[in-house]
């Protein structure tokens, strides 16, 4: 199976932990949705997204490649590192409008001080834990069993 995962980690790296575990254990794409704008995704089988949560939202980078570059009628799956609460319905309209089929989500933790977050010290210190990267890596396992 080929897969790919596109993913925007712009802060703390949260997210990059995540996708970074699973591309050590698995051979996964991982695509920088910061950095490439436009590329085929017809080739992959399993075509993941993944994001760190901004007011409720992925990543713009990460909507918007989605937007542009997802083929119709894939297999997907969503992975999120979230201060607040997974955002992860902005991501299931895009999917949708694509006629795509969501086999998995997996959200936890990020350390946050984004927006308002910055004023306390932000929050979630410390987050993903091991046990959360570890966490993302089952989830992908699951998937690809």
Known sequence: MKAAIVYASVHHGNTKKLVDAIAEKYNV???DATKA???????????GFASGIYFYKYHQSVMNFASINMPQEKDTFLICTYGGSDGHASMEKILKEKNCR???KYACKGYDTYGPFKLVGGLKKGHPTDDEIAGAVSFYEELVK
């Open 37 to 47: 704008k436009e590329q085929d995704m017809s080739s992959f089988d399993l075509i």
């Open 29 to 31: 794409t991982l695509i």
């Open 102 to 104: 969501i086999v998995g």
